[in-house]
């Protein structure tokens, strides 16, 4: 059962009329740092699919009529306007993203409260002092409960193997979910996962009986200089000189890895200049936390007449955390998955005119009323062993339960 102080917090009046979590700041992962200070919300926007219509298209319409038009995304910015409108926080869910592909929408969101599109736009104001931060001693967390046990995870690592060996598909990624029992207030510790070393988008947002906290390393899809850059990771070992030796080494990672690399040069290629697609960096190895992640950097000149809803539909959700050919891994996730990935594996970042950040829900948490939520995984491949796939995924997920769990 939640605190008193912690439902209070989670069911305040904010702007337009939409109920918000007060107190936070601007923490959105991508957000611009000289002006996070200065920032207050304007409107917002939600979707869950039973408001039908085109999430992505309702986006670009929504952020049009509040100032920041990304119908062609190829226009240079105009000059920044420290009393206008700076920008928006956007989310997009795993289960939005299929959506937007024509795929299976697979298990429930075990975060019902937790919309599956949410836009926030921030104009300036003048600079708020640094919050005090309270300490937390009121928080606390019971047991986890996993969404499956490690047998029921490891047979379903079994049954996407001889989907594999039948030719059905070359990879998919299997996610699990946790969830756990909260008192006090969740903020403080979701705004602890930014602080874990490589968190590219550690950052929180929040809205009425909801927030999220991010830790992701992974550049889903950022837009700079007039192209479009992805960053997809695939393949993990311990943050050991031996487990970087052996990352190197693996086979089948690299094949994992560069199968990825593949499906993301076709998602940009899908909306970029003819020809401009190039494999900036392959198979970098960088840390996150005590994991050593394989990581590739992607990019591509965007396509004149490019806009933000076309943008979404190409990118949206992630080659790295489906698999390939996308369509049918999507498929194979929705009917082996027992939980829905609610806010993890989706996309959250900042866009404005001439600036687009989104980071891959990987490392993220959420919470409701009542519970805080986890979710991990990997991408399967006919050479996983699923004793090793189960091991890889409890190592993902735990510098994430022990940011949480810690005061």
Not at 40 to 61: I, K, L, N, S
Not at 111 to 117: I, K, Q, R, S, Y
Not at 157 to 174: E, F, H, M, S
């Amino acid at each position: 059962m939640v605190s008193s102080k912690s439902t209070e917090r989670m069911r305040h009046d904010g702007p337009d009329g939409v109920e918000t979590l007060p107190g936070l700041g601007v923490e959105t992962p991508g957000a611009p740092a000289r002006c996070r200070r200065t920032l207050v919300e304007r409107a917002r926007w939600q979707w869950r699919p039973a408001d039908g219509g085109d999430p992505a298209a309702r986006a670009e319409e929504f952020l049009a009529a509040h100032d920041l038009p990304l119908h062609e995304l190829a226009r240079p910015a105009g000059r920044h306007d420290p009393a206008g409108v700076c920008g928006a926080a956007l989310y997009v869910s795993a289960a939005a993203g299929a959506a937007l592909v024509g795929a299976p929408a697979g298990a429930a969101n075990p975060v019902p409260a937790l919309p599956e599109v949410a836009v926030v736009v921030y104009g300036h104001a003048p600079a708020a002092p640094l919050p005090t931060a309270a300490p937390d001693t009121h928080w606390w967390h019971g047991h986890w409960a996993e969404s499956w046990t490690p047998r029921q995870h490891a047979d379903a690592v079994t049954a996407v193997r001889a989907a594999i060996g039948r030719g059905d598909v070359y990879q998919v990624n299997l996610v699990g979910h946790a969830a756990a029992r909260y008192t006090g207030d969740p903020l403080p510790a979701l705004r602890r996962l930014a602080g874990l070393p490589g968190a590219r988008y550690g950052g929180t947002l929040a809205g009425a009986g909801w927030a999220i906290g991010c830790a992701s390393p992974e550049t889903l899809v950022e837009l700079a200089d007039g192209r479009l850059i992805t960053r997809p990771i695939k393949g993990t070992r311990p943050a050991t000189a031996a487990g970087r030796a052996e990352l190197l080494a693996s086979a089948k990672e690299r094949a994992e890895h560069v199968m990825i690399v593949d499906l993301e040069r076709n998602d940009l290629a899908r909306v970029a200049r003819t020809g401009s697609v190039r494999v900036d960096e392959l198979f970098a190895v960088r840390r996150w936390c005590d994991l050593w992640q394989a990581e590739s950097t992607v990019s591509a000149a965007v396509a004149d007449g490019l806009g933000l809803a076309d943008l979404l539909r190409a990118v949206c959700p992630g080659g790295s955390v489906t698999g390939a050919p996308k369509l049918a891994a999507l498929e194979h996730i929705a009917a082996l998955e027992p939980v829905g990935r609610g806010a993890s594996m989706g996309a959250l970042g900042w866009v404005a005119p001439g600036r687009i950040d989104l980071g891959l829900t990987i490392r993220t948490a959420a919470v409701d009323a009542e519970r805080v939520h986890v979710w991990a995984g990997g991408g399967i491949t006919w050479g996983s062993d699923p004793d090793a796939e189960v091991a890889e995924a409890a190592a993902k997920a735990a510098p994430v339960r022990a940011a949480l769990a810690a005061r």
